[in-house]
C-alpha cells in the first residue's frame, strides 16, 4: 500500500529526472526518445522552461514522498489539454501507481482547470498503459501501426472511491495537522478532500488554497464569499462528497494512522450488511496534550453494534467514523438540529450494522469545536432536542424509540444532578433558571416539552 501524491513540478527534481530521460527501457514506452545524452544542466534547463509556461501544468509523481515520475498536462486551451506521464522508478513499474496518479490529474482538470476533454498518445506495444488510462476513462478514438490516440470525457469522470468531509472555520492553528493526516493516508483507491471554509478571519482559507496547488487532484475547496453557519456548511459539503463512502474530519481534529481509510473502506467493501465503522480515538486539548479523564469511553475490543445500542446515547466520535453514501440528499430537519453528527449515524445505522475497531487512528480535540466547547448541562439540552428531532421525524422501531426515551430520562436527571442536587422533584423548566444561558435553554426545553 503507498501514500501516492502529486505536487507541482521543482527545479531540484532534474537532479533525479535527468538519468530517466537517459534510460531506453523508459522512453521506449513514453515514445520520446532523446536525440542525445541528456545531462544533469540540460534537465535543469528543461524544467526551469516549462515550469513557468501559460499552457501546460507540470507536476511529479510522489510515492511515500519518494519522486518517481512526471504527469502533466500541455496543449491547455480552454476546453482541452493533452496528457501526458511516465514512471521513471522502474522499481514502481506494474504497481497500479500510474492509475491513480492519473486520476489525481484528470480530476485536477475537472475541477480547478474546467477542462472538458484531456487526450493522449500511447505506444500500441505498450499494452499495460492502455489498459491503464482505460481503467480511468480514457477511450480509443484513432490508431495506427504504431500510434493509438485516446480521449477522456471529463463529464464521465468516475467519482472517488471516497471522500473526506471537513468544515472549517477558525481552524488556522490546528489546520495544517487536519490536513497532512488526511493527506498521509496510503490507499490503492481515489479518495478526494471536500473543504467548506466558512469565511474565516484567520488564515484558514490562505492555509486551504496553498494546500490545493501543491497537492492538486485532492481538493474540492467550496470557499463561502459570506459566513453562511455551520448547518448550510455541512449541507453543501456533503451535497459536494460524491465517493461511495464518506469519511469526516473536521478541521481541528487529525487523523494519527496513516492506513486508517483504507482499513474501514476494505472492511466495509467485504462485510455489506454493515453500513458504518468507526474506531477509538485520543481525546486531546487544545495543545494536542491527551486528556486525562476520557468524555467517551471506547471498548479495547471489536464489537458490533446496532442502531438500537446507539439510541442509548452517541459513542461514535466524529473524526473515527467512515460510512457508506445511503442518501443524497438531507432532510429539512437535518439542518434545524444543534448536532449534526448524532441524526446523521441514526440514519447511517438505519441502513446496516455499526462496526467498532479498537485501534486509536484519530485525534479528537475537546474544547475547540461548538459542541465540545459547550457546557455539560448546555450539551445534555441540545442532546435532548436532538432526539425528540429524530423520534419526531424518523421512522424508528418501538425499541429504538424506547432506548431513546431512556436516553431522555437520563439527560434529565444529569441536569438535575449539576445544578442542584439536594433539591428533589424540579420540573426541567425549574433547573434551567440556574444554568448559564438560561434563556437559550429554557426556550430549548419549552419546545421539547410542548413542539413535539
Given at each position: 500500500?503507498?501514500?501516492l501524491?502529486i505536487?507541482?513540478?521543482?527545479?531540484?527534481?532534474?537532479?533525479?529526472?535527468w538519468?530517466?530521460?537517459?534510460?531506453?527501457e523508459?522512453?521506449?514506452?513514453?515514445?520520446?526518445?532523446?536525440?542525445?545524452?541528456?545531462?544533469?544542466?540540460?534537465?535543469l534547463?528543461?524544467?526551469?522552461?516549462?515550469?513557468?509556461?501559460e499552457?501546460?501544468k507540470?507536476?511529479?509523481?510522489?510515492?511515500?514522498?519518494?519522486?518517481?515520475?512526471?504527469?502533466?498536462?500541455?496543449?491547455i486551451?480552454?476546453?482541452?489539454?493533452?496528457?501526458?506521464?511516465?514512471?521513471?522508478?522502474k522499481?514502481?513499474?506494474g504497481?497500479g501507481i500510474?492509475?491513480?496518479?492519473?486520476y489525481?490529474?484528470?480530476?485536477?482538470?475537472?475541477?480547478?482547470?474546467?477542462?472538458?476533454?484531456?487526450?493522449?498518445?500511447v505506444n500500441?506495444?505498450?499494452?499495460?498503459?492502455?489498459?491503464s488510462?482505460?481503467?480511468?476513462?480514457?477511450?480509443?478514438?484513432?490508431q495506427?501501426?504504431?500510434?493509438?490516440c485516446?480521449s477522456?470525457?471529463?463529464?464521465?469522470?468516475?467519482?472517488?472511491?471516497?471522500s473526506?468531509?471537513v468544515m472549517?472555520y477558525?481552524?488556522?492553528?490546528?489546520?495544517?495537522q487536519c490536513?497532512?493526516?488526511?493527506?498521509?493516508?496510503?490507499c490503492?483507491?481515489?479518495?478526494?478532500?471536500v473543504?467548506?471554509?466558512?469565511?474565516?478571519?484567520?488564515n484558514?482559507?490562505?492555509?486551504?488554497?496553498?494546500?490545493?496547488?501543491?497537492?492538486?487532484?485532492k481538493?474540492?475547496?467550496?470557499l463561502?464569499?459570506t459566513?453562511i453557519?455551520?448547518?448550510?456548511?455541512?449541507?453543501?459539503?456533503?451535497?459536494?462528497c460524491?465517493?461511495?463512502?464518506i469519511?469526516?474530519?473536521?478541521?481541528?481534529?487529525?487523523?494519527?494512522?496513516?492506513?486508517?481509510?483504507?482499513?474501514?473502506?476494505?472492511?466495509?467493501?467485504?462485510?455489506?450488511?454493515?453500513?458504518?465503522?468507526?474506531?477509538?480515538v485520543?481525546?486531546?486539548?487544545?495543545?494536542?496534550?491527551?486528556?486525562?479523564?476520557?468524555h467517551?469511553?471506547s471498548?479495547?475490543?471489536?464489537?458490533t453494534?446496532?442502531?438500537?445500542d446507539?439510541?442509548?446515547?452517541?459513542f461514535?466520535?466524529?473524526?473515527?467514523?467512515?460510512?457508506?453514501?445511503n442518501?443524497?440528499?438531507?432532510?429539512?430537519?437535518?439542518f434545524t438540529?444543534?448536532a449534526?453528527?448524532?441524526?446523521?449515524?441514526?440514519m447511517?445505522?438505519?441502513?446496516?450494522?455499526i462496526?467498532y475497531?479498537?485501534?486509536k487512528?484519530?485525534?479528537?480535540?475537546?474544547?475547540q469545536?461548538?459542541?465540545?466547547?459547550?457546557?455539560?448541562?448546555?450539551?445534555?439540552?441540545n442532546?435532548?432536542?436532538?432526539i425528540?428531532?429524530?423520534?419526531?421525524?424518523?421512522?424508528?422501531?418501538?425499541?429504538?424509540?424506547?432506548?431513546?426515551?431512556n436516553q431522555i430520562?437520563?439527560?434529565?436527571?444529569?441536569?438535575?444532578?449539576?445544578?442542584?442536587?439536594?433539591?428533589?422533584?424540579?420540573?426541567?423548566?425549574?433547573?434551567?433558571?440556574n444554568?448559564?444561558?438560561?434563556?437559550?435553554?429554557?426556550?430549548?426545553?419549552?419546545k421539547?416539552?410542548?413542539s413535539?
Amino acid at each position: 500500500m503507498y501514500n501516492l501524491l502529486i505536487r507541482p513540478l521543482e527545479i531540484e527534481d532534474a537532479n533525479i529526472s535527468w538519468k530517466w530521460r537517459n534510460d531506453p527501457e523508459v522512453w521506449k514506452f513514453t515514445g520520446s526518445k532523446p536525440n542525445k545524452e541528456i545531462s544533469p544542466e540540460i534537465e535543469l534547463q528543461w524544467i526551469q522552461k516549462v515550469i513557468n509556461e501559460e499552457s501546460s501544468k507540470r507536476f511529479a509523481i510522489l510515492v511515500d514522498e519518494k519522486y518517481i515520475g512526471n504527469i502533466q498536462l500541455t496543449n491547455i486551451t480552454k476546453n482541452s489539454a493533452v496528457f501526458h506521464i511516465f514512471i521513471g522508478d522502474k522499481d514502481y513499474w506494474g504497481k497500479g501507481i500510474s492509475s491513480l496518479a492519473t486520476y489525481q490529474l484528470l480530476y485536477f482538470a475537472k475541477t480547478v482547470l474546467k477542462l472538458k476533454t484531456v487526450e493522449l498518445e500511447v505506444n500500441l506495444s505498450h499494452i499495460a498503459a492502455i489498459k491503464s488510462y482505460e481503467s480511468t476513462g480514457f477511450k480509443i478514438v484513432s490508431q495506427n501501426e504504431q500510434i493509438i490516440c485516446m480521449s477522456h470525457d471529463l463529464s464521465e469522470l468516475q467519482n472517488p472511491t471516497l471522500s473526506v468531509f471537513v468544515m472549517v472555520y477558525n481552524h488556522e492553528k490546528f489546520l495544517k495537522q487536519c490536513l497532512d493526516g488526511i493527506l498521509m493516508q496510503k490507499c490503492n483507491f481515489s479518495f478526494d478532500i471536500v473543504v467548506g471554509e466558512d469565511c474565516s478571519s484567520d488564515n484558514s482559507r490562505e492555509i486551504l488554497i496553498n494546500y490545493q496547488k501543491n497537492h492538486p487532484g485532492k481538493f474540492k475547496l467550496l470557499l463561502h464569499k459570506t459566513n453562511i453557519g455551520a448547518n448550510k456548511n455541512q449541507e453543501q459539503v456533503l451535497d459536494n462528497c460524491t465517493g461511495r463512502y464518506i469519511a469526516i474530519c473536521e478541521g481541528d481534529d487529525y487523523w494519527t494512522d496513516p492506513h486508517k481509510l483504507q482499513k474501514q473502506v476494505d472492511f466495509l467493501e467485504n462485510n455489506p450488511d454493515y453500513s458504518i465503522c468507526f474506531h477509538n480515538v485520543e481525546e486531546v486539548d487544545s495543545n494536542g496534550k491527551v486528556l486525562d479523564i476520557r468524555h467517551v469511553i471506547s471498548d479495547s475490543v471489536e464489537k458490533t453494534y446496532t442502531i438500537e445500542d446507539l439510541a442509548e446515547g452517541n459513542f461514535i466520535h466524529t473524526a473515527s467514523v467512515l460510512f457508506r453514501r445511503n442518501f443524497n440528499e438531507l432532510p429539512s430537519w437535518f439542518f434545524t438540529s444543534p448536532a449534526g453528527d448524532y441524526p446523521l449515524h441514526i440514519m447511517n445505522a438505519s441502513y446496516g450494522l455499526i462496526k467498532y475497531f479498537p485501534e486509536k487512528m484519530a485525534a479528537y480535540r475537546i474544547g475547540q469545536g461548538v459542541w465540545s466547547s459547550q457546557t455539560r448541562q448546555v450539551q445534555f439540552v441540545n442532546t435532548i432536542f436532538v432526539i425528540k428531532l429524530m423520534m419526531a421525524n424518523l421512522k424508528l422501531s418501538n425499541q429504538v424509540l424506547k432506548n431513546f426515551d431512556n436516553q431522555i430520562s437520563r439527560l434529565l436527571l444529569h441536569i438535575k444532578d449539576v445544578v442542584s442536587p439536594n433539591i428533589p422533584q424540579q420540573s426541567p423548566e425549574n433547573i434551567a433558571y440556574n444554568l448559564s444561558l438560561k434563556k437559550l435553554i429554557i426556550i430549548l426545553l419549552k419546545k421539547i416539552r410542548y413542539s413535539f
